[in-house]
Every structure is written in structure tokens, then in C-alpha cells.
């Protein structure tokens, strides 16, 4: 089963709109961590956030904010006043207590903003 | 540059052959990781490295996958008898520590083309 699932495949936005990229994991763990990445073209992966299962306050870090929700089991990513640099692919990403280092991701959510 | 560096960043090879792909880490850190990233997916687990050691091995896809890291900093992917389905984006990974910390910092990947 997968362990860290992102319906949504492809978000358009104009920019200037608030945009919400949703993520719902499933894990026996009670101790775990959940991630979000971002994806630009060039490649790389660029860690955003970390938040451990202990740990349900939401976050806000200047136009990125996240809701950590483990009643419905999801972790979802609110860019507001969307920018075109904000376009890429956004990957959630789920590590368990048995193995830390051993990163679930999802299949991605791919932003696109346009001016 | 400071960064995780891989290479080549493109490597186009025939069914049946040997590649090698080389992945630099960030001065320091300890830890390594091996992810694959095929079109349009997340990244999926290889292997990491604390050290010289291979701590978990439990995502190579089968014994024609094998990676070394003999002096605790370079590490190389090899692939044996190449395989058309083996074409993807090898992304490589380093952290200060092992533990999860969620700060990954991912290089630009090596994209296998398996003709």
C-alpha cells in the first residue's frame, strides 16, 4: 500500500492565488516524521519542512503554511499570494520509527503558477 | 561549488551494459543516500550509507545494483547488465547525521537512459 499519497497531479494557479497541495499517509508507527520538498526544474530536491508526530501545531513560514491533521491522517501545503517562482513539483514525504532514514515519498503534486 | 554533486548528469547506454554513477557529498557529512526517481513519480529508496557502511540496502532492486563507498565520502552506484527499465533519475542525498533530521541535501541527479 502506499504509504504517502498526493491525488493531486497537476495544480494550475494564477499568480496572486492561494493554492493548497494535499498529502495522506498511512503508517502503523506512533512515532514518525513527515517532510515537504520542493522540486524545480533544475532537479534537486529543497527540504521545506519537518514536523514529527508529537507535534501537531501548524506552521507558518512566510507565504508557506502547513496543516498537520493525524485525525485524517494528512499533511497539507498552503502557498498564499502564489508566485511563478513557486512553480515546481511538491513531494510529501513520510519517515517511521523502525528506520528513520528511510524517506516514503509521494508521487508529487506539479504547481504550475502563471503570471 | 558547496553542494552534492553527481555525475555525469546524463548518461545514455545499450541493454546489457556497465554504468557507473558518482555521487560527491557535502564536505562533512556522514550520512549518504541513494534514491531513484522515475517519470513522474516520487523518489524511492536504494540504500544509505553511515560512513563507509552500507546501513540499509533494503531498496536495491535486486543484486545488479550494488554501491560502495570505500573512504566514507565518494560513493559510487553501479549497474550491471543494464535493463531498459532501469532508466531513471538517480538522485543522491547527504545529511550531517543519521537520525532523519528531514535535512536532505539532494544533488541534481544522474538521468540513465537505458536503450
Known amino acids: 500500500a502506499q504509504k504517502v499519497t498526493q491525488a493531486q497531479t497537476e495544480i494550475s494557479v494564477v499568480e496572486k492565488e492561494d493554492v493548497t497541495l494535499d498529502c495522506v499517509y498511512e503508517?502503523?508507527?506512533?512515532?514518525?516524521?513527515l517532510f515537504w520538498y520542493k522540486q524545480p526544474p533544475s532537479g534537486e530536491l529543497v527540504f521545506l519542512i519537518r514536523r514529527n508526530s508529537f507535534d501537531e501545531q501548524n506552521e507558518i513560514s512566510g507565504r508557506y503554511s502547513w496543516n498537520f491533521q493525524k485525525s485524517t491522517s494528512s499533511f497539507n501545503f498552503t502557498i498564499t499570494a502564489s508566485q511563478v517562482v513557486d512553480s515546481a513539483v511538491y513531494f510529501c514525504?513520510?519517515?517511521?520509527?523502525?528506520?528513520?532514514?528511510?524517506?516514503?515519498f509521494g508521487s508529487g503534486t506539479k504547481l504550475n503558477v502563471k503570471p | 561549488g558547496a553542494g552534492v554533486s553527481q555525475t555525469p548528469s546524463n548518461k545514455v547506454t545499450e541493454k546489457g551494459k556497465y554504468v557507473e554513477l558518482r555521487c560527491d557529498p557535502i564536505s562533512g557529512h556522514t550520512a549518504l543516500y541513494w534514491y531513484r526517481q522515475s517519470l513522474g513519480q516520487g523518489p524511492e529508496f536504494l540504500i544509505y550509507f553511515q560512513g563507509t557502511g552500507a546501513a540499509d540496502d533494503s531498496g536495491l532492486p535486486n543484486d545488479r545494483f550494488f554501491a560502495v563507498r570505500p573512504e566514507g565520502s565518494v560513493s559510487t552506484l553501479k549497474i550491471q547488465r543494464t535493463e531498459r527499465g532501469d532508466s531513471a533519475v538517480y538522485l543522491c542525498a547527504s545529511s550531517l547525521t543519521l537520525g532523519g533530521t528531514g535535512e536532505l541535501f539532494f544533488g541534481e541527479g544522474s538521468r540513465l537512459t537505458v536503450l
Open positions: 514525504a513520510l519517515s517511521e520509527a523502525n528506520n528513520f532514514n528511510k524517506f516514503y
Open positions: 503508517t502503523r508507527d506512533t512515532t514518525y516524521y
